[in-house]
Nanobody
Framework: VQLQASGGGLVQAGGSLRLSCAVSGRTFSSTAVGWFRQAPGKEREFVAAINWSGGTTSYADSMRGRFTISRHSAKNTVYLQMNSLKPEDTAVYYC?????????????????WGQGTLVTVSS
């Protein structure tokens, strides 16, 4: 399984970005996909996740209401729409595929990781 994250860039505070995660090499679609982020000098943290088959979602508290995760099954792609961005959202954003179908928020529950895409929010 391979994951390719894209869509990062430089945006002003209050702006929006949409990240994409293209998943390939999967022979069946029953696993959850999540987004994580890692800011300089900080640990990687959970952002959001979606159950691939059911569309059930989960968000970290600080992102709920600003970020929306969705998926396009036919394109094998998961999106992260980020609105009302803040400077503290600056980080490298990673998408990952979980080991199971249910939504999980722990890094070790994810088996495959993309390379990350940098989001920089200026004040």
């Amino acid at each position: 399984v391979q994951l390719q994250a894209s869509g990062g860039g430089l945006v002003q505070a209050g702006g929006s970005l949409r990240l994409s995660c293209a998943v390939s090499g999967r022979t069946f679609s029953s696993t959850a996909v999540g987004w994580f982020r890692q800011a300089p000098g900080k640990e990687r943290e959970f952002v959001a996740a979606i159950n691939w088959s059911g569309g059930t979602t989960s968000y970290a508290d600080s992102m709920r209401g600003r970020f929306t995760i969705s998926r396009h099954s036919a394109k094998n792609t998961v999106y992260l729409q980020m609105n009302s961005l803040k400077p503290e959202d600056t980080a490298v954003y990673y998408c990952a595929e979980a080991r199971a179908s249910r939504i999980v928020m722990v890094i070790t529950d994810y088996a495959y990781w993309g390379q990350g895409t940098l989001v920089t929010v200026s004040s």
